[in-house]
């Protein structure tokens, strides 16, 4: 039934309001993705969207590659504040991960938390607004308040992996999660510092297992190139 009404609203939303891409402005896909199709296939696979671990993850999950056209993508939502996108990026995610039955494997979505601070700041949580959509598309609950970012941790775009470790070790909290299977939401996962640290902290609150589910993968090799496009931490944007 839920399915069935989430069908005809996707449906009637797209008639009342037709699609339109947010990369080329081209007409969207039916019922209501604003995105054109010729768009989503020039999104670059990641060479490995599926990992076992890294431990203490069960899996990682990230489609993409994070490259263009995918990466303005996920800059018009995170530094930009352009929220439609997050529908765009979450239905893609949704529809991979339907795909390969991983959300059964799967109670609650946990979005990577900002601290309260930087939440301020932004207005809104990227990883959230791609969790609510995930849940939206997949039936499953989000648990936003789960966990808690406990200090402002300084940006990781430059660190290597272990100034990474360092950066966000005791940076998270979580509320007792009783044996619990969770996927942690996040954007993009370059070496999986955040996504480790955070899985850590679920795995010592009581959940059963921990995965990772992220929109796209950024090549290790690509890391102080891409910090070199992001915008500057001075403007507040910074996680």
Same mark, same amino acid.
């Given at each position: ?47 490995? #969207?599926?990992?076992?671990? #890294? ?7 990230? %489609? ?25 990026? $979450?239905?893609?995610?949704? $529809? ?6 991983? #959300? ?6 946990? %979005? ?63 509320? %007792? ?63």
């Amino acid at each position: 039934m839920r399915d069935w009404v989430d069908r005809h609203l996707d449906w009637l939303g797209g008639l009342l309001l037709p699609p339109r891409c947010v990369l080329c402005g081209s007409s969207g896909q039916a019922p209501c993705l604003d995105l054109c199709a010729g768009c989503a296939a020039s999104f670059a696979a990641a060479d490995e #969207p599926v990992l076992a671990g #890294p431990d203490p993850l069960r899996r990682t999950c990230a %489609p993409f590659a994070y490259a263009p056209p995918l990466d303005h993508l996920v800059h018009a939502l995170k530094y930009r504040g352009q929220l439609a996108t997050a529908r765009v990026l $979450g239905t893609l995610l949704a $529809g991979w991960l339907a795909g390969r039955g991983l #959300p059964h494997e799967v109670d609650v979505i946990v %979005p990577v938390p900002l601290h309260p601070d930087r939440h301020a700041e932004r207005g809104f949580n990227q990883s959230a607004e791609l969790a609510h959509q995930l849940g939206r598309s997949l039936h499953l609950s989000v648990a936003e308040s789960l966990a808690i970012r406990r200090r402002a941790t300084p940006p990781q775009v430059g660190l290597h992996l272990d100034e990474r470790r360092r950066n966000l070790a005791g940076a998270f909290g979580a509320g %007792p999660v009783a044996d619990l299977r969770v996927a942690i939401v996040d954007d993009v996962t370059t070496t999986g510092a955040t996504l480790r640290e955070l899985a850590c902290v679920l795995l010592q609150a009581g959940a059963c297992t921990v995965d990772a589910w992220c929109i796209a993968r950024t090549d290790r090799g690509r890391i102080h190139s891409s910090a070199r496009r992001e915008p500057s931490p001075s403007a507040g944007w910074m996680r």
